[in-house]
């Protein structure tokens, strides 16, 4: 896979590409450095993959994507999370803050990869979204850019869910059916009907009537555990 890096931080640059250099399929074929010169590598070279700042001295990300002739995968690495939402928008891959780590570029750069193999397959595809992961969701006229590794609790209310995150909660049109599709189940267990759990965030567990059991989270919050439920959880846990 063919990268091109674009960051005027020559810092920024050199850090992507120390960790490109230990993840295999990867090519760095080049970098620019503002809005004009990444405009003319894209054109040029064609890359698989672009990993490409927001703010740039002449303009910023989204204006190289308008430019360019050429439309490449992209994954975004910057600073700032505000623009998660606008970047989805241009049907960016991944978008990653600042410090980037080997461990999220490389999955990140798997993606970019199987859809490189499978173009046609659709992003919802894709693997179930872990706690190296993050989502950006909208709840009314507010914005919020989620690491899943502070997701500890997904709460049903009405047609909607709750997510409850480090000091905060958004509510979702979503069902959990659908949340939980998409989520991976080593990490996130449906707990009941009504609740999924971050099991990161598991202080104790204890046995409860009918052969469930009680889920006390690190926050104080205590989930009931369906007796079903709970057969399933103690064989993953090998309780």
């Not at 120390?18 to 399929?25: F, M, Q, R, T, Y």
């Not at 990300?61 to 490449?72: K, M, N, R, W, Y």
């Not at 960016?92 to 570029?105: F, G, I, S």
């Not at 989620?146 to 905060?168: A, C, M, P």
Request: proline share 4%; glycine share 2%; net charge negative.
């Amino acid at each position: 896979m063919n990268i091109l890096i674009v960051d005027d931080s020559r810092l920024a640059r050199k850090e992507l590409a120390d960790i490109l250099a230990d993840i295999p399929s990867t090519t760095l074929i080049a970098e620019a450095v503002d809005v004009n010169s990444a405009v003319a590598a894209i054109n040029t070279h064609k890359p698989d993959l672009v990993l490409l700042d927001i703010h740039l001295p002449d303009g910023d990300g989204f204006d190289v994507l308008e430019q360019s002739d050429f439309t490449p995968q992209i994954i975004f690495t910057t600073a700032y999370e505000q623009h998660a939402l606008r970047a989805f928008e241009f049907n960016a891959l991944d978008y990653l803050l600042k410090p980037v780590t080997h461990e999220r570029l490389a999955a990140a750069i798997q993606k970019s990869i199987s859809k490189q193999h499978n173009p046609a397959q659709p992003a919802i595809a894709s693997a179930p979204k872990t706690r190296t992961d993050q989502i950006f969701v909208r709840d009314g006229e507010r914005c919020h850019f989620i690491k899943l590794s502070d997701l500890r609790l997904i709460n049903v209310e009405g047609n909607y869910v709750r997510l409850y995150f480090q000091q905060t909660k958004a509510l979702l049109a979503r069902s959990l059916n659908y949340i939980e599709e998409r989520l991976d189940p080593s990490v996130f267990f449906r707990a009941n009907r009504q609740q999924i759990i971050n099991m990161d965030y598991i202080d104790t567990i204890e046995p409860w009537l009918n052969d469930g059991l009680i889920i006390k989270l690190q926050d104080g919050t205590q989930v009931e555990v369906s007796r079903r439920q709970a057969k399933i959880l103690k064989q993953n846990l090998d309780l």
